[in-house]
């Protein structure tokens, strides 16, 4: 996969030193490409949203250069970031019990609770400035002939309980809220409030 190098030039019209250059990494997701300057923001983003959970902090920020290496960084030999995605994994997946895959498409601002046994789905899409909770899964589903389905996907703001399942192609809308130990196995519209096992969307009137 060849990557983009922005030009030389600055906007400002001074020229830029190698190091200040923004390589840009394509992202298969459909998310906007990674930049180096995009990457730092995504991180503080990250850790500010974070902020008294150290352990969310460096997982994000684990994360976060995992994805970009994943995508694909031509500065860095492929083997070292081969090395580095598998470091993430045993960091976040063994040791810290959070398992996040490095291709995930997320949004800045990711809120982690209480991070423990939460997985998603690699290929599970999740919006800017959620929230997960301990115990998350975002999962498919796989047919009886062997086949599997999309994952879920969660847009902005969307805030999940304890012990939530979100199983197969599933869309959760923005600013959508998910009571703790609920199944979500059918679409959630945005600002609603779902709950029980299967989940039910609450009527308005009993959401407040």
Not at 78 to 102: A, D, F, N, Q, S
Not at 118 to 138: D, E, F, K, P, Y
Not at 173 to 196: H, L
Request: aromatic share 2%; with cysteine; net charge neutral.
């Amino acid at each position: 996969m060849m990557n983009d190098v922005h030009p030389e030039a600055a906007d400002d019209g001074r020229r830029r030193r190698p190091e200040e250059r923004d390589v840009t990494v394509s992202d298969p997701a459909g998310v906007a490409p990674c930049t180096d300057r995009s990457l730092r923001s995504v991180v503080l983003q990250d850790w500010a949203a974070n902020r008294g959970s150290t352990k969310s902090q460096v997982v994000m920020a684990a994360f976060r250069l995992a994805h970009h290496w994943d995508q694909g960084d031509s500065r860095v030999p492929g083997p070292v970031r081969k090395l580095g995605v598998l470091g993430y994994k045993v960091l976040t997946t063994w040791v810290l019990g959070v398992e996040i895959p490095p291709e995930t498409s997320i949004g800045p601002g990711l809120v982690l609770k209480h991070p423990q046994a939460i997985v998603v789905n690699g290929q599970s899409r999740i919006g800017a400035r959620c929230m997960l909770r301990a115990c998350t899964t975002l999962g498919n589903l796989v047919e009886r002939d062997g086949a599997e389905t999309a994952s879920p996907v969660l847009g902005d703001d969307v805030e999940l309980g304890v012990g939530v399942i979100v199983i197969g192609p599933i869309h959760v809308g923005d600013r959508a809220r998910i009571g703790a130990g609920a199944v979500v196995i059918t679409d959630v519209p945005a600002g609603a409030v779902a709950v029980g096992n299967p989940a039910r969307v609450l009527p308005a009137a009993d959401a407040t």
